[in-house]
């Protein structure tokens, strides 16, 4: 989609154990030309709303209005800074033409301002159709009155019957999943048929089958985008939001928008029918995060030379819909001690990015974890991740011809294109022994001498034969990007 019209490279800019210092906002800003520079096109920000604790990732959401301005919960800013210091990120990307995708939760609230008392079911929590017991009157906190805000930007406030389920009886101080009843109660269908119906997911569920918590988020959906700016969304957690309802939001707040907007949606799932059936449903409205790649890199990355190369982008979306996958090594939910720890081990990350930055299909997504570390910590891939940007800058145009022919050493070659004549690369490949390939680059890059750019094959030079083609070598374990001298 829009990304991929200009080399366009999304970066995460958040990790999961960022500091609660309120400077995430002034960084992005300070940050803006340097991201331009390295050729980032879009930079996909945390939640930025008030949640119900203020060191919260954003995952939490109170109050979708409050971007760090109202007293509430505690806190006037939020963990990444105020709403000030936020239009003032954005006004910088802009400024150098980087463009903002904001993270939206659109899936549940949390941090309500009193309880109610309510009719529920006690669900199984992992068959959500089995109901454990009768009906019985329970007290949850399901009362969003933003008393800090006062009714600026929107004067609605959201009470039990805008809810679906819930995971704590206060009256009895009970955990658990429990169905709201009332009528027209249900869970929303068309939802991830995992636990037997995944419409619900954690804290209190919004219930898109009722008519005012529709409107109200169609309502926010335009308000954000026209308020600050924005570009496009990363929708969390689509698998448990009814899909009628995703088509609707996007539709809607496209109609109203000034701009065009772009979406991606985290749709955890690894199985290529689960994608592909999702992808049917959305019709070409969104793109959707390649989690199966994401878990190839992750099993290559633990199994060494044991992984077969040849099979990387099997059965991966970039594969199957390359138009419509975003790529990515990490993000936050795949960090150690997440709920969906799955990290690709540092001796593979430079590998990985160099296939997700370089080949043709995909629109990347460079971590700010691997970028600029973690908790604080050293930015082990930052160096790498800068050369390959360049190369992708410089040399990634053109058709691309795939080797994946070997179980240890794979490549592919990008030939150039018209606007680009002296473009082209040929990158390799290795999880076991060091190893080497004949590939074609290209008649006209016939006499050309190409070296080896991020530094693993020293004063190594490979001469393209008359035919268009180079003698290719990786070093055992690592990748390397051959290009023209």
Known sequence: MSGMMKNGVMMQYFEWYMPNDGTLWRKLREDAAHLAELGVTAVWVPPAYKCMTQDSVGYSPYDVYDFGEF?????????????????????????????????????????????????????????????????????????????????????????????????FDARRSEGGVFKIQGEGKDWCHSVDHEKGNYDYLMFANI?????????????????????????????????????????????????????????????????????????????????????????????????????????????????????????????HDSQPGQALESPVDDWFKPAAYALILLQKEGYPCIFYGDYYGVSGGQAMHRGVIDTLLRIRHVYAYGDQRSYFDHRNTVGFVRTGDECHPHAGLALLISNGEAGDKRMHVGSHHAGELWTEATGCCPGEVVCIDSGGNGHFHVPSGKVAVWIPA
């Open 207 to 331: 219930d898109y089958r009722h008519p005012e918590a529709v409107q109200e988020m169609l309502r926010w959906g335009c308000w954000v985008v026209r308020e600050f700016g924005l570009d496009g969304f990363r929708l969390d957690a689509v698998k448990h939001i009814t899909r009628p309802f995703i088509r609707h939001f996007l539709d809607h707040v496209r109609e109203h928008s000034e701009r065009p907007l772009y979406a991606v949606g985290e749709f955890w799932k690894y199985r290529p029918e689960d994608m592909e059936e999702f992808l049917q449903t959305m019709d070409g409205r969104m793109d959707l995060f390649d989690v199966p790649l994401h878990f190839k890199f992750h099993e290559a990355s633990r199994c060494g030379a044991g992984f077969d190369l040849g099979s990387l982008l099997q059965d991966t979306l970039v594969q199957q819909h390359p138009t419509l996958a975003v790529t990515f090594v990490d993000n």
């Open 71 to 167: 007293e509430q919960k505690g806190t006037t800013r939020t963990k990444y800074g105020t709403r000030r210091e936020f239009e003032a990120a954005v006004a910088a990307l802009h400024e150098h033409g980087v463009g903002v995708y904001l993270d939206t939760v659109l899936n549940h609230k949390a941090g309500a301002d009193e309880k109610e008392t309510f009719w529920v079911k006690r669900v199984d929590e992992n068959d959500r159709y089995n109901e454990l017991s009768a009906a019985y009157e329970m007290e949850g906190w399901t009362a969003f009155l933003f008393p800090g805000r006062r009714g600026r930007f929107s004067d609605f406030q959201w009470h039990w019957y805008h809810f679906s389920g819930l995971d």
